[in-house]
Every structure is written in C-alpha cells, then in structure tokens.
C-alpha cells in the first residue's frame, strides 16, 4: 500500500474509533440513571437507594474505561499518522529539489522553443539558422566538399519553382551568408541565374512581406550584371511602391560601385543614373537618388563617369 492510501486508511480509522467512542458515550449516558434523572419530570422527584447508586456507580466506571480505551487508541493512530506523514516530507524534501530542477529546465526551453517559433513565423527567410548544427560555420570553413554540397542543395531550392516562396528565399540567405562565412565576393552557386530566379518570383507573390524581403535580397546581391542593372532602371521608373523603388535605387548604385573593373560596363550604369535622375517623370525618382547620392561630387562623377 503506498503512503498516500496508507494515510487515508489511518485517518479514517482515526475518525471512525473517533465517531464509534462518542456513540457510546452518547448511548451510555442516555440509559444511565443519570440521564434517566436529567429527562424526568421536573415535578416528579427522583428516588434513590442505595442498591441503585451503587450500579450507577459501576455504570459509570465502565463508561469512562471504554472512553478512555478508545482516546488511548486514538491517541495511537494519530501518533502513527504524524511519524508517516513526517517520512512522506522528509521524501518529497529529498526528490524536490530535482523534480524542481527539471521542471525549471522544461519551461525554459518550451519558452525558448515558442520564441524560435515566433521568430520563424514573423521573418520566415531567416529561420533556418535556427535548425543548423552547431559546427555549421566551422564545417563551411574547414571542409570544401561539405560547403560545396550545401551551397548546390541550396540552389536547386531557389530554382525550384515547385517549393513555397519562403523556403526559396530562406534557401537564398543561406547561400548568401555561406558566401560571408567564407569571406568570398563571388561563389559559384550564387550567380545570376540564382538571382534572376528570385527577381521573377516577385511579379507574382501575393505576400507583400515577402516579396519586399525577396527585393531586399536582390538589390543587396553582389553580383554584377547588365540585366540585373535594367532590372532596377525598371522598377525605379515603374513601381509605385516608394519603398521598392528606394530599393531599385541601392541595387543600381551598388552596380555602379562593384562594376569598377569593368570601364565600360561601369559607363553604361553611370548613364541609366544620370538619365532617371535628370528626365524621370516621377519627381520621387530623382528625391530618391540625390538623397542616395549625398552631395554633388557623386553627381560630378557620375557625369565624368558617363562621358568616359
């Protein structure tokens, strides 16, 4: 019998010896002389002798030996009660310190794990860095085989059209950061084709959110190209978000900066600069880029640039 049932058992028993002592006492005193005395008659008048007082006498040593009987075995248990209830604490005082332990443990990471899921839920392109082994980085840096194998399987994610936006792009952060690990410019899986994938795919994304992280990646790439650079010509002088076109505007003046080994190319985007900002028909256009700008020596070179 475990201590619990144990402890019910004997407070039960305490309280039935408890109930059956004071039924006696109850139906002892209700047949006794005495009581017989107390519920008579008040203008009747009681009649002793002495055969009668010495029963009650003995009447009522008998009562008071079963009282105190019963109070002595009351008295028992209760002592017995108190000694297990004592052994259940001191047990409960030794398994409470690691039950506490692991339970403090459980919420801290149920909390942790509620956090990683808000964090996914509210930017989704990032949450794979949670789910990475912890030698992610060291792995990327010491074994070429085993980045070159990631960075493949990253980018088939982002051609495969048949996978959700959110895994497109996670896939494409991912590839961007393993390039930032390696401290690298360029790597072979990030390339324009890799890009372009994530450029088309938002002429069609129904997800405002996503499609303005999908743009921020893009116009952030490191990847210099002719086509990339009409791309953003054409969202600064066609979108109508101001954000987008803030963005169009990055994108081609990092063009501009990173195509430096490349004279002619560097030329032709200088020129599409200078034409939005001077003959853009949305005044926004050229708020746009003289702020991006700064101030006139980026304008002069930009002339200079231009006219080679």
């Known amino acids: 019998m475990s201590n619990?049932?144990?402890n019910i058992a004997l407070s039960c028993s305490v309280l039935a010896l408890a109930f059956s002592g004071?039924?006696?006492?109850?139906?002892?005193?209700?047949?006794?002389?005495?009581?017989?005395?107390?519920?008579?008659?008040?203008?009747?008048?009681?009649?002793?002798?002495a055969t009668q007082y010495t029963q009650g006498t003995q009447i009522s040593t008998d009562e008071s030996e079963q009282v105190a009987q019963l109070m002595a075995r009351i008295n028992k248990l209760e002592t017995r009660l108190q000694a297990l209830s004592m052994e259940k604490s001191d047990l409960l005082s030794e398994q409470a310190p690691d039950e506490f332990e692991s339970l403090i443990f459980s919420l801290i990471e149920k909390r942790e794990q509620q956090k990683i899921d808000e964090m996914k839920a509210e930017n989704p392109i990032y949450g794979f860095y949670e789910d990475l082994p912890e030698d992610y980085e060291m792995r990327i840096k010491t074994d070429p085989e085993y980045a070159s194998q990631i960075s493949n399987d990253l980018k088939q994610k982002i051609l495969n059209n048949s996978l959700p936006a959110a895994e497109r792009l996670a896939a494409m952060s991912q590839l961007q950061m393993n390039m930032f690990m390696l401290n690298r410019n360029e790597l072979e899986q990030y390339d324009y084709q890799a890009v372009e994938s994530i450029l088309n795919m938002t002429h069609n994304m129904s997800d405002e959110k996503l499609r303005l992280q999908a743009l921020e990646l893009v116009s952030r790439t490191p990847i210099v190209d002719e086509r990339l650079s009409q791309s953003f010509v054409k969202m600064l002088e066609q979108e109508p978000n101001d954000y987008v076109k803030s963005l169009?505007?990055?994108?081609?003046?990092?063009?501009?900066?990173?195509?430096?080994?490349?004279?002619?190319q560097q030329q032709?985007?200088?020129?599409?600069?200078?034409?939005?900002?001077?003959?853009?028909?949305?005044?926004?256009?050229?708020?746009i880029l003289k702020n991006l700008m700064g101030d006139e020596r980026m304008l002069e070179e930009l002339k200079r640039q231009s006219n080679g």
Request: charged share 15%; glycine share 2%.
């Open 268 to 287: 032709r985007i200088a020129q599409d600069l200078l034409s939005l900002y001077e003959n853009a028909s949305d005044p926004k256009v050229k708020a």
């Open 248 to 264: 169009a505007a990055e994108g081609l003046m990092s063009q501009y900066f990173q195509s430096g080994a490349d004279p002619k």
């Open 4 to 6: 619990l049932k144990l």
């Open 22 to 49: 004071f039924n006696v006492i109850q139906t002892k005193l209700a047949t006794s002389p005495v009581a017989t005395h107390v519920y008579q008659s008040s203008t009747q008048q009681p009649h002793y002798n």
